[in-house]
């Protein structure tokens, strides 16, 4: 690692020893007088002196590292800690599965977007940049960032790293050839400018309501002093080939998503509480080390993080990392082990492994949706599916208390996918309406539409044929096969005829992709921030089960994808118009109005609330919230600042 | 014997090439692509993947052209400048990332391999001498046993003992501490305290199946005629042991050496997913599944090279070993 020491090491350490005689001496004055007061206030004397970890301390007084206050922004994030102020110090080991696991790097040690979510999740507020200003057009958002804010290879974080951002990343149409659709409300590319090394301006030609809300997932800057040599348009392109060949790469494109790569780039210059040392593609563990330019400090002015390093062991199945913790190998961990199938098993294991468990609750609807293909390619299948009288019946046909009682154990709620009561969007009728186990109703509704019971149970379909299709599942997440054969042995009691298809992940998302399945399953979106993700309630994207061809027909401005009917139409165009819109209250009526349509068309139906998750924490791990919210576009754990985790010495 | 050799080693290229061919289109036969594998592992439980980002990856991996192109250019590269690609997942070159595991994995081959030859062979020896006594029974049981337990089960079976009453930390090849250590004394220990749970977990069941044709073949020589006459001939028991029917009975153990070397690089894959190895074979099963085109790709012709030489290599030896398959020059 590079360290700039912007001072003459002698003078500092003269400094340094002045400060240490001085003390001393002051220490030997006071001795006669010794009464525990003193001793106290000596104590939080010594607390305030060294503000920055014992291992950073020393590399100052070595001459190895410029002092705190010159590492420091004038104005560090000051991030309130969950219980108490924390000490400096300890590993924090957890684990990846694979070494594509990203997500939960990201969630651990790389969530440091322009803006951040809050650990409530109601909206987001300002992280790397230190203020916005939006004007009332909503047009332009003007942020001021931290002077004197630092990489952590030491070098000053300014304008220019966020127009170089913009420049090479996002105007490049090599490695952008599609511009991000939070860069282009109303469908051309917003401008970046530079008004001062710590003021930059994002103009749009249209009105950009969500912006500071997508802000929230993104980082919006790139080191421009590191990552300038990989760009042809900032270096000699001959240097830039050469490199390209010496690392064997097909394109500089291939090169700079290499560069930029934080989890196998060591020199890469970063934001974050750790930067890495030991890449993941070493096979058997990542490792990072505190950034010693971290720009969060804690209510008493002491730099964070508090932990010095984080080690993530690469295991290849999720049971090693599942005896690892059983072992108390693993500090903080909740992704991937902590399943309802293992919560016995650690429960039992919690003395031996000296941990206890933290709340997770999920910010999702539902963790079982289940969309019929409304725009399916079959005419007879789609006019039986269009109907929401149909839906209603296929709704009110199975038991959803019994199935979270064999399925869940009983945690749950029967509820269709619907913002959860915690969301200022919360809506009765969408969440509860035909959630009730009525057969009789159903088959009132199916006799209703005319489909005549069958000789063999099935009722038969408009063009005479019985009423049956095939409900595809993956094998991951949730028990989805078996909760779909429970349900399916329901709907055969009303004759409609359901087999359960289970997919492999990649075919599933090709006959997604090419709108070919009858009914869908995966997990509810977004219950709290509607507006990020609001696949259940219209045809937003690909994820839309019920309308991935509406969706795409929205997206593509009508080229792709096929014509959505009137009502979701109507939807499509209050979310555009939600997109341009910047006063809260108006947004509100506006996510209302999708919602009711929702509600009232039905477009989608699923089984239960999710269930309360849990995490594993050791006993001297401290300052994790009791409850955490299980978000991705938030990182979770992340939005509770993992940077404020201590580890009791 | 030489031209021999040279006819063999010139009928290799073009069956490598085949081989090439073959594991290509192999590797691109399912549904989709890695950009697939992508978007679904990102879409897990509510992540969405944007176009522009699509879009991007799109074009950095090159995977919009069509296959024979995306093929000539990856072969190119290999015969042009030994240049295997950049695995897609991991983001390194290719060469680098089945180096870096090779190591491992030759040494817990090996260590398999002497393990297994150690005891089939004496035990192999014994079964047939002492036909139906009570210790042939035992190895006999004990082989069935270790062929029929399928060695993941095994593998979750040893890893629950290590951590219930060894109190040892279970996966990979060595403790925390001795991760990221240089080579030392310690570490070495360390790690032989962690190899011989793969190594009894692997050697088993081909313990048990060389015992097997060992003692089978043993059992067809020790009737024949040219024993009798040695024995008549006053050869000690041993001594005609040894050096007659044993070395014939050997045949089975050389000519398994082709089909070994292949498994020496592709590690055991379910067993080291199940231990969480850093050995090579979980690195190929997730490049397969991930589509990892070029990784996988080259892993597959790696060992396509390796199963021919070990082919030439075994009969060479049996050549050597058994005159009466020796070739006419």
């Known amino acids: ?649 | 014997m030489l031209r021999y050799i040279l006819r063999r080693l010139l009928l290799m290229i073009p069956t490598l090439f085949g081989i090439s061919i073959i594991a290509f289109i192999i590797i691109q036969l399912p549904p989709g692509d890695y950009l697939t594998t992508v978007i679904a592992q990102l879409s897990a439980a509510g992540d969405l993947v944007e176009e522009d980002v699509i879009a991007g990856l799109k074009a950095r991996y090159g995977l919009d052209r069509p296959m024979h192109v995306q093929y000539l250019k990856w072969m190119g590269n290999i015969m042009l400048r030994g240049d295997f690609g950049t695995s897609f997942e991991w983001d390194v070159p290719v060469g680098d990332l089945i180096w870096s595991r090779l190591g491992l994995t030759v040494a817990l081959s090996l260590a398999t391999l002497l393990f297994t030859w150690a005891v089939a062979f004496p035990v192999g020896i014994y079964a047939a001498v002492r036909q139906y006594s009570w210790g042939d029974y035992f190895f006999t049981g004990i082989g069935f046993v270790g062929l029929a337990i399928p060695n993941f089960l095994l593998a979750l079976v040893l890893m629950y003992v290590a951590f219930k009453y060894f109190n040892q930390s279970v996966g990979g090849l060595f403790s925390p501490d001795f991760v990221e250590a240089p080579w030392t004394w310690a570490r070495v220990q360390d790690m032989l305290g962690h190899l011989w749970v793969p190594m009894v977990i692997l050697g088993t069941a081909g313990t048990a199946g060389l015992i097997r044709i060992m003692r089978a073949n043993l059992l067809d020589e020790l009737r024949k005629p040219y024993v009798k006459t040695a024995r008549a001939k006053g050869l000690s028991e041993l001594r005609l042991l040894l050096k007659y029917p044993v070395r014939v009975a050997l045949n089975p153990f050389v000519s398994t050496i082709g089909l070994t070397l292949p498994i020496l690089i592709s590690g055991s894959a379910i067993v080291s997913v199940v231990l969480s190895l850093p050995t090579s074979g979980p690195l190929l099963l997730r490049a397969l599944i991930a589509q990892d085109m070029y990784l996988a790709g080259s892993f597959i012709l790696l060992l396509g090279v390796i199963t021919v030489l070990g082919t030439l290599l075994s009969d060479l030896l049996l050549a050597w070993l058994d005159p009466r398959i020796r070739f006419d020059d």
């Open chain 1, 1 to 649: 690692m590079k360290i700039r020491v912007r001072h003459v090491p002698v003078l500092t350490s003269v400094l340094l020893l002045m400060m240490l005689v001085l003390a001393a001496c002051g220490g030997a004055a006071e001795e006669p007088e010794a009464v525990p007061a003193d001793t106290a206030a000596d104590e939080s004397m010594a607390m305030e002196e060294s503000r920055e970890a014992p291992m950073l301390a020393a590399m100052v007084a070595d001459g190895e590292l410029p002092p705190l206050d010159e590492r420091l922004p004038k104005n560090p994030m000051v991030v309130p800690v969950t219980e108490s102020i924390g000490q400096y110090g300890g590993t924090w080991r957890s684990g990846l599965l694979g070494q594509a696991d990203a997500p939960w790097v990201i969630r651990t040690m790389a969530y440091e977007p322009t803006m951040r979510w809050k650990p409530d999740l109601t909206g987001t507020i300002p992280n790397v940049a230190e203020s916005v200003t939006v004007n009332d057009e909503g047009t332009e958002f003007t942020f001021g960032l931290r002077e004197g804010m630092r990489w952590s290879d030491g070098e000053p974080f300014t304008a220019d790293d966020v127009l170089f951002w913009y420049e090479a990343h996002i105007v490049n149409d090599e490695v952008s050839p599609v511009k991000p659709l939070w860069m282009r409300p109303g469908g051309t590319l917003g401008e970046v400018t530079k008004v001062d090394d710590y003021t930059v301006q994002f103009s749009f030609g249209a009105p950009h309501g969500l912006f500071l809300s997508q802000l929230g997932s993104q980082r919006t800057f790139a080191p421009a002093h590191y990552l300038s040599q990989f760009h042809p348009d900032f270096d000699d392109a001959e240097a830039v080939q050469a490199i390209v060949d010496d690392m064997q790469l097909a394109n500089w494109a291939a090169l700079w998503g290499n560069r930029r790569n934080i989890l196998n780039n060591v020199d890469l210059p970063v934001v974050f509480g750790w930067h890495l040392t030991q890449p993941a593609s070493s096979a058997t563990q990542m490792v990072s080390e505190r950034n010693p330019y971290y720009w969060k400090v804690d209510p008493e002015g002491n730099q964070l993080p508090y932990i010095d390093k984080l080690v993530y062991p690469i295991v290849e199945s999720v049971e090693v990392q599942v005896l690892k913790a059983l072992n108390g190998e693993v500090d903080m961990q909740d992704r991937h082990i902590a399943t309802p199938g293992n919560k016995a098993q650690f429960f039992d294991g919690k003395e031996a492994g000296d941990y206890d468990f933290f709340t997770v609750e999920y910010a999702w609807e539902t963790p079982v949706s289940m969309g019929l293909n409304l725009a399916h390619p079959d005419e007879n299948l789609r006019s039986i599916f269009l109907e929401k009288d149909f839906r209603i019946a296929l709704s009110l046909a199975f038991d959803r208390q019994a199935i979270i009682d064999v399925i869940y154990i009983g945690d749950g709620e029967p509820r269709q996918p619907a913002p959860l009561a915690e969301s200022p969007w919360f809506n009765e009728q969408l969440a509860y309406q035909y959630t009730e186990f009525d057969q009789d109703q159903a088959n009132a509704l199916l006799d209703g539409l005319g489909y005549a019971m069958g000789s063999d149970g099935v009722r038969l379909g408009p063009d005479g044929e019985k009423i049956s299709f095939d409900i595809n599942v993956i094998a991951a997440f949730e028990p989805w096969a078996e909760i779909m054969n429970l349900v399916a042995g329901y709907w055969s009691d009303v004759g409609v005829e359901a087999n359960v298809v289970q997919l492999e992940r990649s075919l599933f998302y090709e006959r997604k992709a090419a709108y070919d399945y009858d009914m869908a399953v995966w997990t509810g979106a977004d219950g709290i921030a509607l507006v990020m993700d609001p696949r259940s309630y219209f045809p937003f994207s690909t994820e839309s089960l019920f309308g991935v061809a509406w969706a795409d027909w929205w997206r593509s401005g009508g080229s792709k994808g096929v014509e959505p009917p009137a009502a979701a139409q109507q939807q499509q165009a209050l979310y555009d118009e939600l997109a341009v819109t910047v006063d809260p209250a108006e947004k509100d009526r506006i996510m209302n109005e999708i919602l009711d349509i929702a509600a009232e068309q039905f477009w989608i139906f699923g089984l239960t609330k999710y269930y309360k998750g849990y995490g594993i924490v050791k006993n001297n791990f401290k300052n994790v919230p009791d409850t955490v919210w299980q978000w991705h576009v938030s990182a979770a754990p992340a939005q509770t600042n993992p940077e404020q985790y201590y580890i009791e010495q």
